[in-house]
């Protein structure tokens, strides 16, 4: 049960790839990008709902199904057609504390948690991403974390700025955890971010240093002046 949201992605699909991304904010935003999709499959799910919460996913049976897809939160999907590629896209915005029972970021590892102590948030994976043994079709897996927070710790192969990354393949899945701590607390800010949350302070800050050119030029002018005398 845990592999089914997994599959709906990529059942039928020939030499796909999966990008996965996490936005880190007030709300956590996930989107799945499953690229590469063969014209067949792309029709089969153009119209297949996905179930946002793993919990909800486990309560499916042949009887409840219908009940569940009518009431329970789907993902938002939207179909790509570019350079005579398939693509399709899920997203969903999640409040702060529903995060761990994303349906997706359950169906590959058999742990997944969202785990806070005060302003410590951890998200942690068990270490083997079984996706590829069940699904043929799945070429790679790229998994990006987006955080405007201090990041305490980090396991990423790859880090630019706030983005982390991490790629899954078929040869490094049997030991690939994903390892993400961050201080939620504190917020990691460009200096145009900073500006626009200080305006007070930049104003005092500027009006001073403003003033203290003025002074100076009044006083080297008039040095200047005298010396000429």
Not at 161 to 166: A, E, F, M, R, V
Request: aromatic share 12%.
């Amino acid at each position: 049960m845990r592999k089914i949201a997994f599959l709906l992605l990529v059942l039928l699909f020939t030499g796909c790839s999966v990008e996965y991304n996490v936005n880190l904010n007030d709300k956590i935003s996930e989107q799945t990008m499953i690229s590469n999709i063969d014209l067949d499959s792309y029709n089969l799910f153009e119209n297949k709902p996905i179930l946002v919460y793993y919990s909800d996913q486990k309560k499916i049976t042949d009887t409840t199904e219908e009940e569940l897809y009518s009431s329970s939160p789907q993902y938002n999907k939207k179909n790509i057609f570019k350079n005579d590629v398939h693509s399709i896209e899920y997203s969903y915005k999640f409040g702060a504390n529903k995060y761990s029972d994303s349906n997706i970021a359950n169906s590959c590892y058999q742990f997944f948690s969202v785990d806070a102590k005060e302003n410590e948030v951890s998200i942690l994976t068990g270490n083997k991403f079984y996706c590829f043994d069940v699904y043929e079709e799945l070429d790679s897996v790229t998994i990006n974390i987006n955080s405007n927070y201090k990041v305490i710790q980090s396991n990423a192969d790859k880090i630019v700025g706030k983005k982390h990354t991490w790629y899954i393949t078929r040869e490094n899945a049997s030991n690939k955890p994903i390892i993400f701590v961050y201080d939620k607390s504190k917020k990691n800010m460009t200096i145009m971010q900073y500006l626009i949350d200080n305006v007070p302070l930049v104003v005092v800050v500027g009006t001073t240093l403003m003033l203290g050119g003025i002074t100076f030029l009044i006083i080297n002018t008039k040095k200047k002046k005298a010396n000429k005398i």
